[in-house]
């Protein structure tokens, strides 16, 4: 007899596994196959940056709505766990130096805070500024949310002298920091097995449906199930998957790297938040050097204006010098390949690129730390918002385009998902998730006029 389950998910990312997780766990649905070619957590989420935030931007609060609710479940996971995947509560502090945005760098923190994010604190170094709470190095219980903004450079100076003076505005997002995703991960995945959940390592390599329904499954090892549903929570491979189900998925995909560096000179002390710099900049050349570059017109783009954006975040605990270095100064959409292309030019470029917010990075010019680069891809839509919805095959739904925030949404979303699989209510926010808002003539209209996407 055909082996048969009740509902068959294609891909063991964080996706896959935190829909497994919320189906089996928290609505005790029987019967589940996580079914992925790689080891779990392998391809993508192994690869990220590992940090959170609710601090997200409009339209309308939905993605506020959805990233507060995975933040809370997190903390659920934290609080029951003992919390083994180390989540933290340093915050993302965005700086810049330049007076020319301080207006759009105030409007720009009023708006998540107006969508539900939490409330906005302002500092003046004035008698009648609020109280100022630090972040703690560990933990994530009672601490503030919303977000600080500063815009005394000299109380910038006060809580985060090793910035250079030339900065003058700061705005500390609160409920946000970083975790192990592998943790995370693992524990939902031994929490979903415990209630269950069978892993199988094969690739899915057909859907047969009837009459408009999910039938069965093919694998690569030859086998075929029976199954009622099918969830594609397959990563950058969503949209092949969906052409199993003869379903477009509207998404592509952008290539991102990430490199860490040892930090033995102390340039970042190891306690310090997400630090990101939001101006754009020139990077810091020599003479020599800038003659060097711009003799060559593949390297001559080096020595002009480079993108806002540049983070670092120091990683693993107190005996640890690892920093993680980010900066999307060059966005390359492309279909993913496995593994994916590495440039060299990386680790120097957003080494020279921090030294804006970090000056003492250019100590390293000299003799650059050996760096341990790697990257993944961002499975975008158009407007960057994530998909957890039905398809238009009866028993097919879909978990994925969780873009650079994968990780941080992951158990919203799966918890979103296991709503609609199971028919139970749904949250406010979910309609902004679904395939079908595209459909929407006046979501048409919204995404005529979309502005931010909100993603570093
Ligand atoms: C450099 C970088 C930094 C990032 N930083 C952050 C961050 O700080 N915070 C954050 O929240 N997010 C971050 N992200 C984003 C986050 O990593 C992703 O959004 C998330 O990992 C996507 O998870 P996923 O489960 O959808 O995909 P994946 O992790 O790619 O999982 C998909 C799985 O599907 C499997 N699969 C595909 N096709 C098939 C098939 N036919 N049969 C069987 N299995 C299949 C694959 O093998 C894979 O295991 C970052 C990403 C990158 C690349």
Redesign the pocket.
């Known amino acids: 007899m055909q082996p048969s389950t009740n509902v068959l998910i ?7 596994i935190s829909a497994a997780y919320h189906l089996a766990v928290r609505h005790g649905v029987k019967d589940i196959l996580l ?4 080891a ?6 192994d ?6 935030r609710n601090w997200w931007p409009g339209p309308g609060d939905a993605m506020v709505g959805l990233m507060n609710r995975s933040i809370g479940i997190m903390e659920e996971l934290a609080e029951e766990s003992g919390n083994i995947f180390h989540l933290n509560r340093r915050g993302y502090l965005y700086l810049t130096a330049d007076p020319g945005v301080i207006p759009a760098f105030e409007r720009a923190a009023q708006e998540p805070s107006e969508l539900g994010a939490g409330p906005l604190r302002v500092y003046r170094s004035q008698a009648d500024d609020p109280e100022y709470i630090p972040a703690p190095t560990e933990g994530y219980k009672n601490l503030p949310t919303g977000a600080d903004l500063f815009l005394s450079p000299d109380l910038i100076q006060k809580y985060f002298p090793y910035l250079p003076k030339t900065v003058i505005a700061a705005l500390h997002a609160r409920r946000a920091g970083w975790f192990s995703a592998q943790q995370l991960g693992m524990y939902m995945l031994d929490q979903a097995r415990v209630h269950g959940v069978e892993f199988v390592n ?4 057909g859907i047969d449906t009837s009459r408009g329904q999910i039938n069965s499954v093919r694998l690569s090892d030859g086998s075929t199930i029976s199954t009622p549903r099918f969830v594609n ?5 969503v949209k ?2 969906g052409k199993m189900l003869g379903v477009d998925i509207p998404v592509f995909t952008e290539l ?3 490199v860490a560096f040892r930090d033995p000179l102390g340039v970042v002390p190891r306690e310090a938040p997400l630090l990101i710099w939001t101006d754009p900049q020139t990077l810091p050349w020599s003479e020599d050097e800038r003659d060097f570059l711009a003799e060559e017109a593949d390297t001559r783009w080096l020595l002009g204006e480079m993108p806002e954006g540049a983070h670092t975040r120091p990683e693993g605990g107190a005996d640890s010098d690892i920093m993680l270095l ?1 900066w999307e100064y060059h966005t390359k959409v492309m279909d993913p390949v496995v593994p994916p292309p590495l440039d060299d030019m990386y680790p120097e470029i957003a080494l020279r690129g921090m030294t804006a917010m970090l000056p003492r990075f250019s100590e390293y010019f000299e003799r650059i730390p050996q760096p341990m680069l790697d ?5 975008k839509t158009q407007e960057n918002r994530p998909l957890a919805s039905p398809l238009p095959v009866e028993g097919a739904y879909l978990i ?1 385009a ?9 158990c919203g979303a799966g918890d979103l998902l296991a709503a609609h699989i199971t028919g139970s209510g749904l949250p406010s926010y979910a309609p902004a998730f679904t395939l079908e808002r595209y459909q929407d003539p006046q979501y048409q209209k919204l995404l005529k006029n979309w502005t931010s996407d909100g993603q570093l």
Do not use: N
């Open positions: 294609c891909g063991a990312g964080i996706a896959g079914v992925d070619e790689r779990p957590l392998s391809l993508t989420s690869k990220s940056t590992e940090c959170y094969a690739r899915v390599t929570a397959a990563g950058p491979f092949k998957v991102h790297l990430k980010l990257g993944g891809y961002y499975t994925g969780l873009s650079g925030y994968g990780l941080m949404s992951a």
